[in-house]
């Protein structure tokens, strides 16, 4: 079964500090991978996701994952925080659940606090 | 134009009770799913309908009970509340399903308190 982890459920930096959010997945076939953002009391919005065409992928508000298959990582970054990224970060795998249906399979969060 | 909808945004109950939660995609799309938020933030798919046909039931209790009247609709009944479905439940929809480097989009969120 395709799984991601996500170290660290609280990380906090100061404003225009490098974000490093990291997810790490499991899976024996080549995985598509996503980062989503919640902030407060909103739905999901996704920021990006990896379809094996490029492996540094660049989303929206200025983050950018890097797939390594040797490490079996997919890390979210920022070069410089700004208050408004403080929110809930979730790393998801697309996995399939029986025929060509596909779910995604969340971490369990990464909270982002950004001090000014 | 909200993408996504759900209604009601907040639902306070009593345990025993029976209700509904209602989602709307106006985005064309073929699948939509929802999903259930706990108390620590951790996501889990509960179902997923592909016009109009159930393609994905998680191991979840039958109380829960999922309706599509037509694809851009996925009301979610839940009967005898109890006090652990106290969450936030998310509907989401993506284009066809069948892909898994598809994107799927999040309504805002129902949040439920039974008491």
């Known amino acids: 079964a395709q799984s991601v982890t996500q170290l660290g459920s609280h990380v906090s930096v100061s404003e225009g500090a490098l974000v490093l959010l990291r997810c790490n997945y499991s899976?024996?076939?080549?995985?598509?991978l996503f980062w989503y953002v919640q902030y407060p009391n909103q739905g999901l919005q996704l920021l990006l996701k990896?379809?094996?065409?490029?492996?540094l992928v660049k989303g929206i508000n200025g983050f950018e994952a890097e797939f390594k298959k040797s490490e079996t990582s997919f890390h979210l970054t920022k070069p410089s925080a700004h208050m408004s990224d403080a929110a809930e970060y979730f790393c998801?795998?697309?996995?399939?659940?029986?025929?060509?249906?596909?779910?995604?399979?969340f971490g369990k969060g990464t909270l982002l606090t950004v001090n000014p | 134009d909200t993408a996504v909808s759900q209604t009601p945004k907040y639902l306070v109950t009593q345990m025993g009770n029976d209700k509904s939660i209602k989602c709307e995609q106006n985005?064309?799309?073929?699948?939509m799913y929802w999903y259930k938020q706990d108390s620590k933030k951790f996501l889990k798919i509960m179902f997923s309908?592909?016009?109009?046909?159930?393609?994905i039931n998680e191991t979840v209790p039958n109380r829960f009970s999922p309706k599509s009247p037509d694809k851009a609709h996925l009301n979610l009944h839940i009967n005898s509340l109890e006090l652990g479905d106290s969450a936030v439940y998310f509907c989401?929809?993506?284009?066809?399903?069948?892909?898994?480097?598809?994107?799927?989009?999040f309504g805002p969120g129902t949040r439920l308190l039974v008491l």
């Open positions: 989401a929809s993506s284009q066809e399903g069948g892909l898994a480097r598809e994107t799927q989009y």
């Open positions: 899976s024996s076939v080549p995985p598509y």
């Open positions: 990896y379809t094996s065409a490029a492996t």
């Open positions: 998801a795998v697309s996995s399939n659940s029986g025929g060509s249906n596909y779910k995604l399979t």
């Open positions: 985005l064309g799309h073929d699948t």
């Open positions: 309908y592909n016009n109009k046909e159930l393609i």
